[in-house]
């Protein structure tokens, strides 16, 4: 099971004062000393958090894995090309949502999609896809020659403490398994905390997490080499 802690929240720390502190780039590198995998990081078509000077910075300091989430559009390809990063996560993006709500759409989606996904590979990027724990999404995301899935959890996470709970779980772990038959590594991600990743990681097809907003939140309590630490034994426990 590999941990990548999204960074995005430092960002909006310090775009919250206008400062140049706390540096997403040394947050990074505190998660990666404290026992990460990777590290993940969106750079969203408003720069509401993570910039483009971020993200080159992240690329010249990081020896790890470096997973870039960004829109499916002209622009973030070409800057994902440009830059490098060993993975992109293709996500769904909304200007006046709060954070990413929802998976990709996949099934339906146009042919720009499936240009997006071959320039990428062309550019021997790995490609992933953020989607909703659906046979059809899983099945089409297949067919667009992606390397790796992200199960969204944010129903589950939701649902967390309901009875409503046990069947978000069996319908990630179903999606997780569909998905390892045809071929494709399983991430899961959105929602998760020290709390309900146990139970998740019960499901033996998901490999990696991204988790980041409730790391950086916990680090307000428990310092960031805590939450790392923390997160890290609540997701290696039940294994």
């Known amino acids: ?9 430092v960002a909006t720390l310090r775009n ?7 540096d997403p780039v040394e947050a990074a590198r505190q998660c990666l000393e404290a ?4 590290i993940t990081a969106h750079l969203r078509e408003d720069r509401r958090h993570i910039r483009d000077e971020d993200v080159d910075r992240l690329r010249s300091s990081l020896k790890t894995t470096f997973n870039l ?4 559009t002209d622009e973030m390809v070409a800057i994902a090309c440009r830059v490098q990063p060993d993975v992109v996560t293709l996500v769904p993006e909304r200007r006046e949502e709060r954070t990413t709500e929802g998976g990709l759409e996949v099934a339906n989606a146009g042919p720009a999609l499936k240009k997006h996904v071959e320039a990428l590979r062309a550019a021997n990027i790995k490609v992933s896809l953020f989607i909703a724990a659906d046979v059809a999404q899983v099945e089409a995301s297949r067919a667009l020659g992606v390397q790796q899935i992200e199960l969204h959890t944010g129903e589950y996470a939701h649902a967390f403490g309901t009875d409503a709970a046990k069947s978000e779980l069996a319908r990630l772990a179903a999606a997780a398994k569909q998905g390892q038959a045809l071929g494709l590594e399983i991430a899961a991600g959105h929602g998760l905390t020290t709390k309900n990743v146990p139970a998740l990681v019960t499901i033996p097809e998901i490999v990696e997490l991204n988790i980041g907003h409730a790391v950086i939140a916990d680090s307000v309590f428990l310092g960031l080499t805590g939450a790392v630490r923390a997160m890290l ?5 039940p294994r």
């Open 1 to 9: 099971m590999r941990l990548h802690i999204n960074i995005d929240h």
């Open 233 to 237: 034994s609540a997701v290696s426990a």
């Open 69 to 72: 989430e960004m829109a499916a």
């Open 16 to 22: 919250a004062r206008g400062t140049t502190y706390p």
């Open 35 to 38: 026992g990460a995998h990777g």
